[in-house]
C-alpha cells in the first residue's frame, strides 16, 4: 500500500502507535481509512517487536463513525465507497494480534469507532469523552463487531440498552459499566496514557503476549482445556530467564531488565 493518508503509524521502544488522522473531518471513517488501518494492524500484528499498540485520534475526536458527508458525496471517488470484507476485520485484528492493544479514547466515540475501541483489550478515556452506538439513527445494524464485543465488556442487557436507545454516554459512566478501565482529565490524558504504556511495554515480552494469548485462547475453549493450554505454558515461561530474572529482582529489591524481543 501507498504511504497512509487517513492515519499515522508509528514503532518506537516496543510501542506501536496508530493515530486516526482525519481531524479536519473529526476522524470519520472512510474506505480508504478502513483499508489503511487494516493494512498497519495485519503488519503490527505479524512483527515481533510490538509490544504494545495504541490506537487514539488526531484531534479533538477519538472516531465517531462512518463520515456520512463522504459516504453520501457523488464526487468521492469509487474508492471510498466500496471495500473488500477483510479489512472490516479491523476489531477482530486488535482483538487476536498478540500485541496487547489499548484503544486511548481522546474524544467522541461512537458507530464503527465504537467497535474498533471495543475489540482492543483495553479501554482508557479522557473524561470530555462521548461514546454513542449510534447505528440504529442512521437505519444500519452495525458493523466492526459490536454485539460480539460489547456484551462481553458490559454484559449481555446493557450492550443491547446501548445498541438499541443510541443515547450518548460520557467517559464517567463508560467506566462505571466496565467500558473503560480508566478516565483521566483531559489536560493528563496523554502523560497518563504515555505512563500506563510504558509499564506494560516494560514488562516481560514473552508473559505479556502469553497472557494475552491465555485470554484469546480461553473464549474458545471449554475450561479443562484451557487449563491444560496455560499449564503446558506456564511450564515453558517459569524456565525462561525472564522469570528467573523477574525472581532475582524481586528478591533483590530493583526493577528487572528483561531481554528484548528482535
Known sequence: MDGYRTIRYELAGGVATLTINRPDRFNGMTTRMLRETHHALTGAAADPAVKVLVMTGAGKAFCPGADLRAATSTDEPPDNVATDLAAFHVPVLLHDMPALTIAAVNGA???????????ADIRVAARSAMFNTAFLNVAVAGDMGLPWSLPRLVGAAKARELS??????T???AARIGLVARVWDDAVFSDEVAAMVARFAGASPVALRTLKAHYVAAERMDFGTYVDLESERHQYIVASEDTREAFRAFMEKRPPVFKRVS
Open 171 to 173: 467517559a464517567d459512566e
Open 164 to 169: 438499541f436507545f443510541t443515547e450518548k454516554f
Open 109 to 119: 466515540c461512537a458507530g464503527a469507532g465504537m467497535g474498533w475501541a471495543c475489540g
